[in-house]
């Protein structure tokens, strides 16, 4: 395993290759250590002018380094092909092939919600950050909570989860050995301990701006819904807001008040339709379908017509709120064009119903109180 993991650590070290990018080079050549066997020649079709001066020599040396390195500080090193590769992410077209993780939390929490905001909180966003997610305590849920460890609302939102108990990851624009900003190494700490530590970038990568930037298709992309609590005009908050949209995840976003600079992205995004109206936790429950009580059947519902893929999907469904219809493709294993005809055939039949944000859930007169 060792040998397969310092290949896939070296395959995303290659100059311009992203995940989009490893992934066409998986698909082309099988497998990352095959990439590596083949001549530059081979590569150029995909890496274009990237594999004419390819030292693959020294990129496993890099690798090595890394491997090393993961090892000696209990870092995990996620895949995309990996059966624990946080399954939301995966399905964004734009996801990193590898991820670097310390701590432990389960990235496929039936729950996870995204919080960000401006880094220059105001003490009205602050009080707003720590009561949602109070609320959410209060309410019995179990989420986890992503932000990013910046100042302002992020740091409010993980040291909110970590007093309510709540597992929380950040998602770092640096490396696992740099913690950026300096000051929240113990918060930092503290999350390794009730959550983890989450980065794309191997040591050897230089800390830019632009990593910062990258770094929010990632918080997007591990969360049902993603929570503005503040930002301006313009931010990384708004960025990220727009990222969930383009995944069809669902945005929220606190109101505030006309003029105030703190708010205005906030109020544009609900202005826009970009993000629904949120004063409390009601409204978030409202909006992904938590206001029901996960309930079981007690005994197998049994429809004469079903066919064996509907059967899946109500196997599926039985035991959750909800789902989105990504991840019931993904866990059955039916294709999407069949799975939008399986679903409307029950949707009609009136086994299941429709819910925000493009997700499914078995009718609740048909369910009943375990």
């Known amino acids: 395993m060792s040998d397969d993991l310092l290949y896939r650590i070296a395959l995303t070290m290659i100059p311009g290759v ?9 698909a082309a050549f099988g497998s990352p250590q095959a990439v590596f066997d083949a001549p530059s020649s081979k590569l150029g079709s995909i890496l274009n002018a990237n594999s004419k001066n390819l030292d693959k020599r020294k990129i496993l040396k890099q690798a090595e380094k890394e491997l090393a390195f993961i090892n000696s500080n209990n870092i995990k090193a996620l895949f995309y092909t990996d059966d624990d590769y946080p399954r939301r992410l995966n ?46 305590v209060e309410k019995g849920y179990k989420p986890v909570i ?22 929380t990851v950040a998602v770092m624009g640096t490396p696992l050995n740099k913690i950026y900003p300096a000051p929240h190494e113990n918060i930092a700490r ?14 050897c990568t230089t800390v830019a701006p632009g990593n910062f930037v990258s770094r929010n298709r990632i918080i ?23 990222l969930a949209n383009s995944y069809h ?22 202005k826009s339709n970009k993000a629904a109206l949120l004063e409390s936790v009601n409204d ?12 079981v059947l007690q005994k197998q519902i049994e429809f004469v017509n079903l066919t064996e893929p509907e059967q899946e999907i109500l196997n599926l469904l039985k035991n959750r709120d909800s789902e989105s219809i990504d991840i ?18 029950m949707e009609f039949a009136e086994i299941i119903t429709v819910l925000p944000g493009n997700r499914y859930a078995i009718k609740l007169e048909l369910k009943t109180k375990s």
Request: charged residues 15%.
């Open 91 to 136: 399905q964004c077209e734009d996801a990193p092939a590898i991820l670097f993780v310390k701590g432990t939390t389960n990235f496929n929490n039936p729950k996870i919600i995204s919080i960000v905001g401006t880094r220059n909180a105001s003490n009205y966003g602050l009080s707003l950050c720590r009561k949602i997610v109070a609320e959410i």
């Open 249 to 270: 995840r669902e945005v929220m976003a606190f109101p505030g008040r006309v003029g105030d600079e703190h708010s205005q992205g906030c109020n544009n995004l609900i």
């Open 18 to 26: 992203g995940g989009i990018t490893a992934k066409k080079l998986m």
């Open 220 to 242: 997007a992309g591990l969360a049902d819904v993603t929570i503005i609590v503040e930002s301006s005009k313009k931010g990384g908050a708004l960025l990220t807001a727009n």
């Open 146 to 167: 992503i932000s990013g460890l910046a100042y302002g609302i992020d740091v409010c939102a993980h040291t909110a989860a970590l007093s309510g108990g709540l597992d």
């Open 190 to 203: 503290q999350i390794e301990k009730q959550g983890a530590l989450v980065s794309e970038f191997a040591t």
């Open 328 to 345: 019931i493709s993904t866990e059955t294993g039916i294709p999407l064009p069949e799975l939008s005809v399986f679903l409307l055939n």
């Open 284 to 295: 978030l429950e409202y909006l992904m379908n938590w206001s029901a009580k996960p309930k």
